[in-house]
Nanobody, 126 residues
Framework: QVQLVESGGGLVQAGGSLRLSCAAS????????MGWFRQAPGKEREFVAA????????DYADSVKGRFTISRDNAKNTVYLQMNSLKPEDTALYYC???????????????????WGQGTQVTVSS
């Protein structure tokens, strides 16, 4: 089992920045690929970003490319999402997710992930 706890959400004005963190506990974090997803009210959960266990491969949704950066610190069992130039349409509940993946690359598909956090709310005002 892997437990995931997100933090760092909040209210920010358009153009501002936030840094989300996702702390993992339980089994070893090292060989888990990590992803960030988000869900806005009335919408389906969507992929935001993902990172391979080694940190050498990342993927982003087109809507956040150039603005968001995913990173991880395996020594701290933590994955981060740096969000810059935030827009009102970025408003959503942000979830981190983990999947056992010692050999595979990153995945944008939610059904490939085994463990999920409870989410942290990000609200961007115009």
């Amino acid at each position: 089992q892997v437990q995931l706890v997100e933090s760092g959400g909040g209210l920010v004005q358009a153009g501002g920045s936030l840094r989300l963190s996702c702390a993992a506990s339980g089994r070893t974090f090292r060989y888990y690929a990590m992803g960030w997803f988000r869900q806005a009210p009335g919408k389906e959960r969507e992929f935001v970003a993902a990172i391979r266990w080694s940190g050498d491969s990342t993927d982003y949704a087109d809507s956040v490319k150039g603005r968001f950066t995913i990173s991880r610190d395996n020594a701290k069992n933590t994955v981060y999402l740096q969000m810059n130039s935030l827009k009102p349409e970025d408003t959503a509940l942000y979830y981190c997710a983990a999947r056992w993946s010692p050999t595979d690359g990153v995945s944008p598909y939610a059904n490939r992930y085994d463990y999920w956090g409870q989410g942290t709310q990000v609200t961007v005002s115009s």
